[in-house]
């Protein structure tokens, strides 16, 4: 059974820090492209960052510089470490694995319109003012 398993959300003040993390089971993670999205209600989905399986990242702009993905192949983990947060970075944080096997229908979250083979269930982050 496929699982992507995010923990690390939470509440914290404006300018502090979380570190959130995925854990991946039932694929081939180290074949595998992950992604960190995140949705807040009357907002469109974004994709927050990004890191490809030979390492290239992606950062959306307004958290370049204050993110940083990283993945552990030994642990079968993704994480997010997200410092400076802002109250706008409020969301929750969806996180997303593509195998990238050609010809795979892709599945759509319910909330964000990207593509992916599999996703997590989310944590909730709420930063405050």
């Known amino acids: 059974e496929v699982q992507l398993v995010e923990s690390g959300g939470g509440s914290v003040q404006a300018g502090g820090s979380l570190r959130l993390s995925c854990t991946a089971s039932g694929f081939t993670f180290t074949d595998s492209d992950m992604g960190w999205y995140r949705h807040s209600p009357g907002h469109e989905c974004e994709l927050v960052s990004y890191?490809?399986?030979?390492?290239?990242?992606y950062y959306k702009d307004s958290v370049r510089g204050r993110f940083t993905i990283s993945q552990n192949n030994a642990e079968n983990t993704v994480a997010l470490q997200m410092n400076s947060l802002e109250p706008e970075d409020t969301a929750t944080y969806y996180c997303?694995?593509?195998?990238?096997?050609?010809?795979?229908?892709?599945?759509?979250?319910?909330?964000?319109?990207?593509?992916?083979?599999?996703w997590g269930k989310g944590t909730l982050v709420t930063i405050l003012s």
């Open positions: 997303a694995a593509d195998e990238g096997v050609l010809g795979r229908a892709k599945i759509t979250h319910p909330l964000c319109g990207y593509g992916m083979d599999y």
């Open positions: 890191i490809w399986r030979d390492g290239r990242t």
